[in-house]
């Protein structure tokens, strides 16, 4: 299957909604118990107005996912992140975000991804650049949108700053422009909630969920099997640097120095929220997709597919356990 998406035609991309649909039918006929982890406000108003269980919120998760894989693609391409271009950046992302049934929903976390990605674009796009004040005031607006949505994605600001240093000189003026773009979000939402008389509740509720290591995760073997996955694709991340600047560009190797900082983030998200459920691992998925991908499409093409086929089946097994688990 993995041989279908090793190509750098865009159109493509298309393949992706037949992937999606593959890896997260089972949110349509298996009874899931979910358990959504704490939003930011707008994180939410949106599981008040998108209830977690449902159709819709299956339907949406879809419809967001294959976007969100589109733009990995997407940047992959345009910044020429690894040796040779392919669709695996996307489609690890499908998985890894599809892998587990905590996952399989509209969550605060998954929409705040999207924030994630369009920031992430935006800074690979000054590398060399020399005037890139709308690229850098957007990047900071994307990142304080993820955080009104799931409030510890405002960690990421600091991998942001630190990517832009990474890839260019970084002034002081352009630094309080990534502030100011951070921040315009919860001015715009402020005023909206002073104007209604419930500003407290806007800085109870966009602030109020600050906590340290509280994480609420299942006693269940599937939520270590959860666990392991994540570390196993750290781990290969890690050890696969040397790989991943191998005959590259030094713009491709900075590249992957973001990643690498993004990765290193998303694991201090667990110092600053409460109420971490399962879905919170969803985060990892930006980096790992753009560095996991590069794994896949530089090993063996038979090893490829069957490790990829192997992580098909784990996953299937794991998504349709109501139907054959019988242990308490």
Not at 171 to 195: A, H, N, R, T
Not at 248 to 264: E, G, H
Not at 306 to 322: N, S, T
Request: with cysteine; hydrophobic share 55%; charged share 10%.
């Amino acid at each position: 299957m993995l041989s279908l998406f090793r190509t750098n035609q865009l159109v493509a991309n298309a393949l992706l909604i037949f992937y999606i649909l593959l890896l997260r039918f089972s949110s349509f006929v298996v009874p899931y118990e979910l358990h959504p982890g704490q939003g930011g406000i707008l994180g939410e108003n949106l599981l008040s107005i998108v209830p977690p269980e449902g159709t819709l919120s299956a339907v949406l998760s879809i419809i967001l996912i294959f976007l969100q894989a589109l733009l990995i693609n997407i940047t992959a391409a345009r910044y020429r992140v690894a040796r040779s271009v392919s669709l695996f950046p996307g489609v690890f992302y499908v998985l890894l975000c599809s892998s587990f049934p905590d996952f399989l929903y509209l969550s605060p976390v998954l929409v705040a991804n999207t924030f994630l990605i369009l920031a992430l674009y935006e800074l690979l796009g000054v590398y060399k650049k020399y005037y890139s004040n709308g690229r850098i005031f957007n990047a900071g607006l994307w990142i304080g949108l993820a955080t009104l949505f799931y409030f510890s994605s405002i960690v990421f600001i600091g991998a942001i700053f630190i990517g832009f240093f990474i890839l260019r000189a970084f002034k002081i003026k352009e630094q309080i422009g990534l502030l100011l773009g951070f921040i315009s979000p919860f001015w715009l939402v402020g005023i909206y909630y002073f104007v209604q008389n419930a500003l407290p509740d806007f800085w109870s509720r966009s602030f109020g969920n600050i906590g340290f290591l509280d994480a609420n995760l299942s006693n269940e073997w599937d939520s270590y099997v959860q666990l392991s996955m994540f570390a196993i694709f750290i781990l290969a991340a890690i050890f696969s640097y040397r790989t991943y600047t191998y005959k590259v560009s030094i713009q491709a190797q900075k590249f992957v120095d973001v990643f690498f900082w993004v990765l290193a983030f998303s694991a201090t998200t667990l110092l600053i929220q409460d109420n971490i459920q399962a879905d919170h691992l969803i985060f990892l998925a930006v980096p790992l997709s753009f560095l996991i991908g590069m794994t896949f499409l530089y090993m063996n093409r038979r090893l490829a597919e069957a490790l990829h086929f192997l992580l098909l089946a784990g996953i299937f097994l794991l998504q349709f356990k109501p139907f054959w688990y019988i242990g308490g």
